[in-house]
């Protein structure tokens, strides 16, 4: 009895510490957001007065609808065609028999621990052949076939029945059919999750995009941000705002598809 | 409505065959069940009509014309799964209406044929509601709803009622023949219970290891098994066994030594040629075929391990002294199956002999 309630003490103790890391940050930048620079300098933890005076100075420096399309087009372009084209490969990786398949895969996940750092060079040096440097396309290109997202499909798929594949096979659909009309809405919790996934990837991508747009008016929100924090005399309540602002679209995407998120990060198919 | 043959058909995965030359005919109208162990090949050969699986070698005719490379859709076939294949995100009324909204056909038409089917099947009142909202039952009469939608000249039933419980079972088994007496269309069913076969077959295929053991009339492989893997697989419980050693051979039948039941003789007709003296044979005999003592022909008595009253009859599961396991089924009064042992007739008229291949020897 003491021993299970001592048990469920530490428990409840150590959940709490790791809820408190968790939160902290965010409760701090929003926080941080209504204070002054030297306020946040001294640690104060608790809610401000300096909002506006902080949204003013975000507005007048920073050309926030530009950046914020921007951050916006490449997310949703690059998530767009990353969940198409990663999860078609899912589906051909688990429906598809070869012999080269399970070899082909493997030397697929060997390529995810290459680091990026190391590919960013050649991959510069291609895109500037091809006269892509300082456009959307040099950001984009090099995402959309993310071996983590076909991993991911192609582990989901296992839990897609094959009888519905021969079903629609008797009904007459060509796979691209079966693909859009049967496969794509029976996974749909597993689409909402990779969604989430790969737009917070897209959204947060920092060191490509420093690489590859050069020109103030094709910048993003996370070089805008880490441009600020660069000034002589950072001003962190006007930083922390930024933050928040460009917090939110990966939040609204995250409640809107919650309830799909869990059931696809759960596998489920129903 | 529409025959279907089979010539020579051949399946392979790389060097691994799994149906090793099938020819079969089957006619218009008519209901054939494939049965057979896990892994004798039944579902791929179903697979192979449908357009599921390539195949290797040999021919397939539907009404007279060679189907080998055509699209499954264009076969004039409809398939049953399983697992009931209903796509989890339509409706009943969508699931039904799904080919031929791909078919191109108009969207009264569609409406039609889909309230036709649900009319048959009793399914007006579950047209709008998605698969998960339904019992198995009720799926699996979708699915069959499906099926008839596209007015196929042949129907492929793949286990169906393997995922149902035992009482629905029965109930959706006597639907389906009364499905196939309204539709009067060919139906081949594939199915490792083998009561469902001897009841709803017109015809059934026995098969085994990717080749067909025996194709016949229900009661034609109970009475008349072509090998002891037929006579085994049909009836249950199963036929029983019994090792022997030929001991006398002559003109018109042979004399067999039951070489672990005491010891007994039995005196075999047989009309084709009898094993030579020496040789050793298996003795078949159903549970159901065992006499009363003194009731005529060779006895033997085993101990009794387990009895199954069942009320109409019960199951007695006997041991031999050297370990061989026989059922017998009695009908008479359970009261009377106390004792530890029983003594029990072999009526040679309805004994089986096979040869020690497996062949049956008539």
């Known amino acids: 009895m003491t021993f299970a309630m001592l048990r469920r003490g530490i428990v409840y103790v150590l959940l709490s510490l790791a809820a408190f890391v968790s939160v902290f940050p965010f409760y701090w930048m929003v926080v941080g957001a209504t204070n002054t620079s030297a306020e946040i300098i001294k640690g104060k933890t608790s809610l401000g007065s300096a909002l506006i005076t902080n949204a003013t100075a975000f507005f007048t420096q920073v050309d926030a609808l530009r950046i914020f399309w921007n951050s916006g087009v490449i997310a949703v372009v690059a998530t767009a065609l990353t969940l198409l084209v990663s999860s078609l490969a899912g589906y051909g990786f688990e429906m598809f028999r070869s012999r080269l398949r399970e070899k082909l895969f493997g030397f697929l996940l060997l390529l995810l621990s290459i680091p990026f750092a190391a590919m960013m060079v050649p991959l510069f040096v291609m895109f500037s052949q091809a006269k892509l440097v300082n456009t959307f396309t040099a950001v984009i290109l090099p995402t959309i076939a993310s071996i983590f997202i076909i991993f991911y499909f192609r582990q989901a798929t296992k839990a897609f029945p094959r009888e519905l594949r021969d079903a629609a096979k008797i009904d007459g659909l060509k796979e691209w059919q079966i693909f859009l009309y049967v496969y794509l809405p029976v996974m749909r919790s597993t689409y909402a999750a990779a969604t989430i996934i790969v737009f917070m990837a897209n959204w947060n991508n920092y060191l490509w995009p420093l690489v590859v747009l050069q020109t103030a008016e094709n910048k993003t929100i996370t070089l805008i941000l880490s441009g600020l924090t660069a000034a002589y005399t950072p001003d962190y309540g006007l930083i922390l705002f930024g933050t928040v602002l460009a917090t939110l679209p990966t939040l609204i995407i995250f409640f809107l598809l919650q309830r799909r998120f869990v059931e696809g990060m759960l596998g489920a198919v129903k | ?362």
């Open chain 2, 1 to 362: 409505m529409s025959s279907l043959k089979l010539t020579d058909v051949h399946k392979s995965y790389g060097k691994l065959e799994v149906i090793k030359g099938v020819d079969l005919e089957i006619q218009s109208k008519e209901f054939v069940v494939f049965v057979g162990p896990s892994g004798c090949g039944k579902s791929t050969l179903l697979r192979m009509i449908a357009g599921l699986e390539h195949i290797t070698s040999g021919d397939l005719e539907i009404g007279g014309v060679r189907m080998n490379d055509v699209d499954p859709s264009k076969r004039g076939i409809a398939m049953v799964f399983q697992s009931y294949a209903l796509y989890p995100h339509m409706t009943v009324r969508e699931n039904m209406g799904f080919a031929l909204r791909f078919a191109g056909v108009a969207k009264d038409q569609i409406a039609k044929q889909v309230n036709e089917a649900a009319r048959i099947l009793a399914l007006e009142p579950l047209l709008d509601r998605l698969p998960k909202e339904l019992s198995g039952g009720q799926r699996q009469r979708v699915a069959i709803g499906r099926a008839i939608v596209r007015n196929p000249q042949v129907f492929l039933f793949d286990e169906p009622l393997s995922n149902l419980d035992a009482e629905l079972r029965v109930h959706m088994r006597i639907e389906i023949a009364r499905l196939h007496k309204e539709l009067q269309t060919t139906i081949i069913y594939v199915t490792h219970d083998q009561v469902e076969a001897m009841t709803l077959a017109d015809t059934i295929v026995v098969l085994r290891d990717g080749i067909i053991e025996q194709v016949g009339k229900p009661l034609d492989l109970y009475d008349n098994p072509a090998n002891l893997f037929v006579a085994g697989f049909i009836g249950s419980p199963k036929m029983n066994f019994m090792a022997g050693v030929v001991t006398a051979s002559g003109h018109g039948g042979v004399t067999v030594e039951l070489t672990n039941q005491g010891k007994a003789h039995v005196v075999l007709p047989l009309s084709g040629p009898a094993p030579a003296v020496g040789a050793a044979v298996t003795v078949g005999v159903r549970p159901e075929h065992f006499g009363l003592a003194g009731s005529g022909g060779p006895e033997i008595t085993v101990a009794i391990d387990v009895a199954e009253h069942l009320g109409s009859t019960s199951y007695i599961y006997a041991n031999t002294k050297s370990g061989e396991q026989i059922i017998i089924e009695r009908e008479e009064s359970r009261h009377e199956l106390g004792h530890e042992s029983i003594t029990v007739a072999i009526d040679p008229a309805k004994t089986f002999l096979f040869s020690a291949a497996g062949e049956r020897l008539r």
